[in-house]
Nanobody
Framework: QVQLVESGGGLVQAGGSLRLSCAAS????????MGWFRQAPGKEREFVAG????????KYGDSVKGRFTISREDAKNTMYLQLTSLKPEDTALYYC???????????????????WGQGTQVTVSS
């Protein structure tokens, strides 16, 4: 059973930066597309960024485009999310997720991801 563990969240002032990490157990990390999502209190889970195998395709949500950068390091079974120019509205619990099926990709919808971490809290103060 694969496990995803996020880290790197914290409290930061507006305009600041953080780097989130997602460490995956198991030998098949490189076979899957991966994604970052976030959920703020009272709001639906929102797609933040996604990356396919070998980084061939990368997608960002409109609200983070130009400020966040997703990457992966398959040798370390780890995915990253660099957050810059943070805004108070970026405050949320950030989750990493693994795609349902290896070697495939058919869109960034939440339903296409079936393995989730516990989340790491990002709080941006104004």
């Amino acid at each position: 059973q694969v496990q995803l563990v996020e880290s790197g969240g914290g409290l930061v002032q507006a305009g600041g930066s953080l780097r989130l990490s997602c460490a995956a157990s198991g030998p098949t990390f490189s076979s899957y597309a991966m994604g970052w999502f976030r959920q703020a209190p009272g709001k639906e889970r929102e797609f933040v960024a996604g990356i396919t195998r070998e980084g061939r395709l990368i997608k960002y949500g409109d609200s983070v485009k130009g400020r966040f950068t997703i990457s992966r390091e398959d040798a370390k079974n780890t995915m990253y999310l660099q957050l810059t120019s943070l805004k108070p509205e970026d405050t949320a619990l950030y989750y990493c997720a693994r795609y349902r099926i290896p070697y495939q990709w058919s869109g960034w919808e939440t339903a296409n991801f079936d393995t989730w971490g516990q989340g790491t809290q990002v709080t941006v103060s104004s």
